[in-house]
């Protein structure tokens, strides 16, 4: 699957990072912010709240850290849901200040299974925010599961209809190299074909995968 999406696809450079980042430590601060903010809105919706952020001066650990709660609500307005995305966004900085020194890349240190556990305990952050986070802000070999990846697997029959997020993350796992690169290219093009083809109703002609069995109808 990977090696046929890959070849007909190419590569899909992601995560998609804004003009407005000037160096690798906002860079990966704007991708840990938009994990967050991509929360059930479209991706256009968090582009219009990080522009907005970055023009407040806000995509910077310590003055996001100090910002009011219901300012920065008014601010990342557009994301949808802001106030509880203002609430979410304040909550991990407050565990960066409490577990990393305020640091984003200190996630990259320490057992992965261990670090991926305490970003579950902050308030608003699920498994594929998390996995999102540790994958494409600093690097750390864990894959995100999506709708996307969920549906394609399920429609192919690799998965059954209630796996769990755990069952469909170790299934990558396994069966790819457990390398950051493989992971990031892998969920990037399986949310372009979600895209493209495998869509809510499926349109498989043409589709990479038209030729492994399959049912449109899961």
Same mark, same amino acid.
């Given at each position: 699957m990977y090696r046929e999406l890959l070849k007909?696809?190419? !590569?899909?450079?992601?995560? !998609?990072?804004?003009?407005h980042a000037r160096?690798?430590?906002? +860079?990966?601060?704007?991708?840990?912010?938009?994990a967050v903010l991509t929360q059930n809105t479209s991706w256009k919706n968090v582009e219009r709240?990080? +522009?907005?952020?970055?023009?407040?001066?806000?995509?910077?650990a310590a003055k996001l850290r100090a910002m009011p709660?219901?300012?920065?609500?008014e601010v990342i307005r557009p994301a949808g849901t802001f106030r509880v995305k203002a609430k979410r966004l304040k909550a991990f900085m407050e565990y960066l200040w409490a577990h990393?020194?305020?640091r984003l890349d200190g996630l990259g240190a320490g057992e992965l299974a261990a670090v991926r556990e305490e970003l579950l305990t902050v308030h608003g952050i699920g498994p594929e925010t998390a996995?999102?986070?540790?994958?494409?802000?600093v690097g750390r070999p864990t894959f995100v599961v999506d709708a996307y990846a969920r549906r394609v697997l399920r429609r192919h029959g690799w998965i059954p209809t209630k796996a769990t997020y755990g069952e469909i993350q170790r299934l990558f796992h396994q069966a790819l190299p457990q390398?950051?690169?493989?992971?990031?290219?892998c969920h990037a093009l399986l949310v372009e074909l979600g895209k493209r083809h495998c869509r809510t109703r499926a349109r498989?002609?043409?589709? !990479?995968?038209?030729?492994?069995?399959?049912d449109e109808r899961a």
């Open positions: 007909s696809f190419g !590569p899909q450079h992601w995560w !998609p990072v804004s003009h160096n690798p430590s906002q +860079a990966r601060l704007e991708i840990a912010v938009g709240a990080i +522009a907005a952020m970055f023009a407040a001066g806000l995509m910077d709660e219901g300012n920065l609500a990393r020194g305020g996995d999102a986070i540790l994958l494409y802000a390398e950051p690169q493989v992971y990031n290219e498989c002609a043409g589709c !990479p995968l038209e030729n492994l069995p399959h």
